[in-house]
Structure formats: structure tokens, C-alpha cells
């Protein structure tokens, strides 16, 4: 197969990952809260983000790296953290361990990963990351950084914009329930996607390994109120503080929208920032991350990572254009591999790599730094 010329963007892979999974894992997969407003604000504000084209610099090669974290990454994007990613294709989590392993880039892993970090830490590389989902047992968050700095992980990502949970209300239509309850309804669905189902048939029903460690049996509970809600809690600064002192190594915050929180932040000593509205997943009011980036890179000098429509590497030149200094990218790394098993997420850097070079040379720039002093152009 000719990947290149079937599927030559993630459009396609979106494309052919539909019709690979049943219709209730597609809308865990693709779905926001509300409306889905924030989730389409993300993508008109990237469209509306326009870059001065560039003329006469000549042959060249664009170099891709990036410093971050310590660490000089040959890629400017990662692979961010989704829950129950085994729900969405057999095995997800290792499969993208593996491909983030290769390329060299950071893969994160959810606290309600469908495997625990045992399970993924043999695979991951040098750029572990693990996200926590703040637990209110001060044991029980002991034994999650444990268990994740003993499996290889050395960044602690904090995400702290799901102080409740969201209503998302396609998953609730779907009747999707955690774990997984097999309905006459969905196992109709699951009828009609062999690949899927033959997966899942090797890999078994996926569950939150890690939470059901602390949480025991639970069952049949929607999918937007699972057992992992009953164990965190809302976090606040003593907490934040708390895990600061707990943890050894780079700690990031995701869920950062204010240059005011920014600025805390920085203060309380984080390494880096991750500017998210959670994908549009859990406030419908939110605005796009693009159009905050400005105002928090203006209010810190720490590392900005941002996610939150991204769909190719002309999007992520805007990013950094405007202040970014990584890109994270979630539901496109489901749609490669379930598009095209293991292969896609190999095949999903490659256009993302391929994007960024075109567009690096549109407009003049040799390097990412060089973005940023880029003219705007008016829309």
C-alpha cells in the first residue's frame, strides 16, 4: 500500500479511522461537551492565523529541533495523553509508546490509561511522560508517582482543567459506560468491525488498570462519571505545592488559559506550561488556545506547550509563531493508528515532518526560532 499517495494528510486518516471502529468508540474518540463550540473555535481560530510567505533564501534544509525540558528533541510535537486509549484501538497506549520511542518524541500517559505505567514504561523511551489526574489520597498519590517514576517516567504533567466532570453529551447518547457494557446496541456495532473486534478479542475488554488498582470492581458507570472521579479531587495550591515536593523531576501544568495563572505558576517553580482547553472536552465556553498563547507568552519566560485543534505542521508554525515553543496533538495519533494499526503513527510523523518542511520553506525560515520573527500578515 502507497501510503503516501492513499492518505497524504490526517484528514484521511480521520477518514478511514471511522469507518474502522464501532460508532460508540468514535464518539468517546471524537467528541466535545455542549455544542462542541470550543472544539470548533480551535479550528476556526488556527484558519484565521495567517503567516507572511517569504522569497529568494535559497536551497536549504529546515532543522526541526527543539530545546525543551533539557532535552534537544528532533521534532517539535508529542503525542498527549488520552484516556482509555485501548478502548479506541487494541493495545493503543504501547503502540504509541513505541512509535514515540522511535521518532525520539514525548509520549503521555492518562492516569485512565486503559494500561498502567508497568505496562507501558518498558516501551517508552527516553521522553516518558505521565499525567496525572490529581488523586485526593495522599497515599495513594504517593504510590502513582512511585509506581510512574519506578516505570521510567521523568515528567509529571498535572492537568488541572477537570475540576468536575463534563457532560459530553454524544458519548452519553452513544451509550457507552466504563467499563465498556456490551448492549445488544453496541455488540451490533462491534459486528460490523472485524479489525477492531479481533483486537480486542487478543487484548480483552480494556479497563483503567491503574485506577482500578485503588478504585476495586466498579461497573457500569457512564462513561463521563468513571471511577477515576471518584478518587481526585479539584487540586489548589497546597496541593500543587505538595507535588512540587514530591516530585523529583520536570513538572508541567496542563489546562493553563490565563497569562495571570501563568505568572503563579512560574513563581511556584513548574518547568513548563501546557496552554489547553482540554480539546474542547470539557468547557464549551472556552476560547481557542491560539488566541490566549499571546498574552501568556507575553507574561512568562517558561516553556509553552500547546494543543488544541492541530492538524498538521502549518498549524504548529502558527503556534510557535505566536509564542509556542512545543505542540502536543492527541485524537490525531488515535485516528493514525486505528486507520492503520501500528504503522499509522509512524506514517503520521512523516506527514507532520513533510508539513513542516513545505511550510518552513514558504516562508524563509531554517529554523523554528526563526518563525517568531516572522511579519503577520493581515487577514
Known amino acids: 500500500m502507497d501510503l503516501n499517495a492513499r492518505f497524504p494528510a490526517l484528514s484521511d486518516l480521520r477518514h478511514r479511522a471511522r469507518r474502522r471502529m464501532p460508532r460508540f468508540v468514535w464518539e468517546f474518540l471524537d467528541s466535545g461537551t455542549g455544542s462542541e463550540q470550543t472544539r470548533n473555535r480551535n479550528r476556526t481560530a488556527l484558519d484565521a492565523r495567517l503567516l507572511m510567505p517569504s522569497i529568494l533564501h535559497g536551497e536549504f534544509e529546515p532543522d526541526l529541533s527543539v530545546d525543551l525540558l533539557g532535552h534537544r528533541l528532533?521534532?517539535?510535537?508529542?503525542?498527549?495523553p488520552v484516556g482509555m486509549s485501548g478502548l479506541i484501538w487494541p493495545d493503543a497506549e504501547r503502540h504509541l509508546a513505541r512509535a514515540a520511542a522511535r521518532a525520539d518524541i514525548p509520549y503521555?500517559?492518562?492516569?485512565?490509561?486503559?494500561?498502567?505505567p508497568e505496562d507501558v514504561g518498558p516501551v517508552i523511551g527516553r521522553h516518558g511522560w505521565f499525567q496525572m489526574y490529581p488523586p485526593r489520597d495522599p497515599e495513594i498519590r504517593t504510590d502513582m508517582l512511585?509506581?510512574?517514576?519506578?516505570?521510567?517516567f521523568r515528567v509529571l504533567v498535572l492537568t488541572v482543567d477537570v475540576p468536575v466532570a463534563s457532560r459530553r453529551?454524544?458519548?452519553?447518547?452513544?451509550?457507552?459506560?466504563?467499563?465498556?457494557?456490551?448492549?445488544?446496541?453496541?455488540?451490533?456495532?462491534?459486528?460490523?468491525?472485524?479489525?477492531?473486534?479481533?483486537?480486542?478479542?487478543?487484548?480483552g475488554m480494556p479497563r483503567m488498570r491503574m485506577i482500578d488498582s485503588y478504585a476495586g470492581d466498579l461497573k457500569g458507570l457512564p462513561s463521563t462519571s468513571h471511577a477515576g472521579y471518584m478518587l481526585r479531587t479539584s487540586p489548589d495550591m497546597e496541593y500543587l505545592r505538595w507535588l512540587r515536593e514530591a516530585w523529583d523531576g520536570p513538572m508541567v501544568v496542563k489546562g493553563v488559559m490565563r497569562a495571570a495563572d501563568a505568572q503563579m505558576l512560574e513563581a511556584e517553580g513548574m518547568d513548563a506550561l501546557w496552554i489547553s482547553n482540554h480539546a474542547g472536552r470539557q468547557f464549551d465556553a472556552a476560547p481557542a488556545t491560539i488566541d490566549?498563547?499571546?498574552?501568556?507568552?507575553?507574561?512568562?519566560?517558561?516553556?509553552?506547550?500547546?494543543?488544541?485543534?492541530?492538524?498538521?505542521?502549518?498549524?504548529m508554525l502558527r503556534a510557535i509563531a505566536l509564542g509556542a515553543d512545543f505542540v502536543m496533538l492527541g485524537r490525531a495519533w488515535h485516528y493514525a493508528l486505528a486507520a492503520l494499526g501500528k504503522s499509522g503513527p509512524e506514517h503520521l510523523i512523516h506527514i507532520l515532518r513533510a508539513d513542516?518542511?513545505?511550510n518552513m520553506g514558504q516562508l524563509g525560515a531554517r529554523r523554528l526560532r526563526d518563525i517568531r520573527r516572522q511579519p503577520p500578515a493581515s487577514g
Open 292 to 315: 490566549v498563547i499571546g498574552d501568556i507568552r507575553a507574561a512568562t519566560k517558561l516553556p509553552l506547550i500547546l494543543d488544541g485543534g492541530i492538524e498538521g505542521g502549518l498549524d
Open 108 to 116: 503521555t500517559l492518562s492516569t485512565v490509561a486503559s494500561q498502567a
Open 74 to 80: 528532533p521534532l517539535p510535537f508529542g503525542i498527549a
Open 356 to 358: 513542516l518542511i513545505a
Open 169 to 203: 453529551e454524544r458519548q452519553v447518547r452513544s451509550g457507552l459506560t466504563t467499563p465498556p457494557r456490551l448492549t445488544p446496541r453496541l455488540l451490533a456495532q462491534i459486528a460490523c468491525r472485524p479489525a477492531w473486534t479481533l483486537g480486542m478479542a487478543r487484548m
Open 146 to 152: 512511585n509506581r510512574a517514576r519506578a516505570a521510567g
